[in-house]
């Protein structure tokens, strides 16, 4: 089992940054497949980035503006978002998956999911 916790968000303006937690309680952590994913009013949830092994990949929205990193020690994964923009403002929930390969952007084989974190971006 594997329970994760959120912080991080909130507001900012159009060009800022934010930086988002995800603690992770139980015994696996370092090893498996975490990964961000996002949902707008009226949009289907999207997936951002993932992480697995070290080994990082990207929504194409999402790169070179996001960075996910996990701290296995702190058992926290983090995702660092810079130059936001309207069109990212959303809840932000992070997932964790034990499955081999890492499904990365397929939400649906995440079976472990933070409540969810609120991110606004105004213009």
């Known amino acids: 089992q594997v329970q994760l916790v959120q912080s991080g968000g909130g507001s900012v303006q159009a060009g800022g940054s934010l930086r988002l937690s995800c603690a992770a309680s139980g015994s696996y952590f370092s090893g498996i497949c975490m990964g961000w994913f996002r949902q707008a009013p009226g949009k289907e949830r999207e997936w951002v980035a993932a992480?697995?092994?070290?080994?990082?990949r990207y929504a194409d929205s999402a790169k070179g503006r996001f960075t996910i990193s996990q701290d296995n020690v702190k058992k926290t994964l983090y995702m660092e978002m810079n130059s936001l923009q309207p069109e990212d403002s959303a809840s932000y929930y992070c997932?964790?998956?034990?499955?081999?390969?890492?499904?990365?952007?397929?939400?649906?084989?995440?079976?472990?999911w933070g409540q969810g974190t609120q991110v606004t971006v105004s213009s």
């Open positions: 997932a964790a998956s034990l499955r081999y390969p890492c499904p990365i952007d397929k939400a649906a084989e995440y079976s472990y």
């Open positions: 992480i697995a092994r070290g080994f990082t």
